[in-house]
């Protein structure tokens, strides 16, 4: 009786080929986490160069050195682009500086002016009799001509009296050889005011104000852009309320030629 011969399996085991299987799988699955960690330093690089400003990216270079830098990347020395900015800013030094001394100078300037131009006020004031009725001053503001009530004005009105109107013309004969702007401000005292036309010392100090620049505008060819007009009421008195003389001294317009470039 022959004996069976038996069947031998050529190959790897079964168990093998599953083992390889797992192991590829394993390394496949590193593989990817490991190209997924890495940075594109050539794709980051060429977005960096993109930028108009490369001064930020060369001064404040990437913590990540560059294994394979392009043809194209450019190699710049170290502190290069910070280096450009601090000559940029010495050469800008000067120039601010100079800026300040101009600014310093056209203030200087400016101020001799106001003081020669209130001398010249004054003069004007005394050639034309008006010093009892007008009077000049010198402020932080610029030059000051201050006007009583009973100058321009009857008691809680705001239309320019006929004898008011020569001394406005005179004021505008002033007016018309300087070119500063000029705020012309409405004043009254505390005691109130309550009519149809005037509800308080606000409207009535308002239309003071409009009254006059109306009349000066009207009545020569001043600019009207150069006029500002304010309303004060009763907040700014120059005496305390406390009897008729200060009451009328109080009640008053004020034109005040600006320093020139003076910001409100």
Same mark, same amino acid.
């Given at each position: ?33 490991? =190209? ?16 108009? *400003? #490369? ?21 710049? $020395? ?7 900015? %601090?000559? !940029? ?7 601010? $500086?100079? *800026?300040?001394?101009? +600014? ?9 002016? %106001?003081?020669?131009?209130?001398? @010249?006020?004054?003069?004007? %004031?005394?050639? /034309? ?47 018309? !050889? ?13 005691? =109130? ?7 308080? /010392?606000?409207?009535? =100090?308002?239309? #003071? ?26 907040? #700014?008195?120059?005496? $305390? +309320? /406390?009897?008729? @003389?200060?009451?009328?001294? *109080? ?9 020139? *470039?003076?910001?409100?």
């Amino acid at each position: 009786m022959m004996r069976r011969k038996k069947k031998v399996n050529k190959g790897a085991p079964k168990w093998m080929v599953t083992f390889a299987d797992m192991v590829t799988l394993i390394l496949v699955f590193f593989v990817l986490l490991f =190209s997924m960690s890495q940075i594109d330093l050539v794709k980051f690089q060429a977005v960096a160069e993109s930028f108009r *400003n #490369r001064m930020i990216f060369d001064s404040y270079p990437s913590t990540l050195e560059m294994d394979h830098p392009t043809e194209n990347s450019e190699h710049r $020395e170290e502190n290069e682009g910070s280096d450009d900015f %601090l000559n !940029n800013l010495s050469d800008s030094e000067p120039e601010e $500086e100079s *800026n300040e001394e101009t +600014n310093s100078d056209i203030m200087d300037d400016n101020q001799e002016s %106001l003081d020669k131009l209130l001398a @010249e006020i004054k003069t004007f %004031l005394r050639e /034309n009799n008006l010093e009892n009725m007008i009077t000049a001053n010198r402020t932080d503001q610029g030059i000051v001509l201050i006007l009583q009530e009973r100058i321009l004005f009857d008691t809680a009105e705001a239309d320019i009296k006929a004898t008011g109107e020569p001394f406005l013309e005179k004021v505008s004969l002033l007016l018309r !050889n300087i070119p500063n702007e000029i705020r012309v401000e409405g004043h009254t005292d505390n005691r =109130s005011i309550s009519t149809v036309q005037y509800p308080s /010392n606000w409207e009535l =100090s308002g239309a #003071r104000a409009s009254s006059v620049i109306r009349y000066i505008t009207n009545n020569s060819d001043l600019n009207q852009d150069r006029f500002i007009a304010v309303g004060y009421g009763d907040t #700014r008195p120059i005496v $305390e +309320n /406390n009897s008729a @003389e200060n009451w009328s001294k *109080n009640r008053r317009v004020e034109i005040v030629i600006l320093e020139l *470039n003076k910001e409100e």
